[in-house]
């Protein structure tokens, strides 16, 4: 069998095809790039040219920063809106009021029985600890 060299129809690249067919293109990149750049051809847009990891359009602007800023804040207005109370998350201000701020400092144990001389178990949140009152 002889081997013929051709060259690439997107990157000019001398090459030697891996098939018994005649091959267009050295590789699957050059022909997907190629395909790639007909497609843009057909459409009349321009090419994207690789360029800086920054381009013309990846700049930032104050307009854009700024409806990207009321963009977020309408979507945590319509969500606290629209989200139940109980289901909204504790906050550290919850959890003190319900350890400390709350009038019933004692909380009655019910899984305790009393005690001989039927005083109840309750724990006292405030100082942590188990207390008996009758």
Known sequence: MDRYTYNCNYCGVEYT???????????????VNAFKQRQVKTQNLPTVKKTDSVGAQDKMSWGGVGNAAAGSLA??????????????????????????????????????????????????????ILIYKK
Request: glycine letters at 4%; hydrophobic letters at 30%.
């Open 17 to 31: 095809p891996r098939r018994r067919r005649v091959q267009k293109y050295c590789s699957n990149s050059c022909r």
């Open 75 to 128: 979507v945590n207005l319509v969500s606290s809106l629209l989200t139940k109370e109980e289901n909204k998350p504790a906050t550290k201000g919850d959890i003190k009021k319900l350890l400390y701020g709350s009038s019933n400092k004692d909380i009655l144990i019910k899984n305790v029985p009393p005690r001989v001389d039927g005083a109840r178990a309750y724990f006292n949140t405030i100082q942590q």
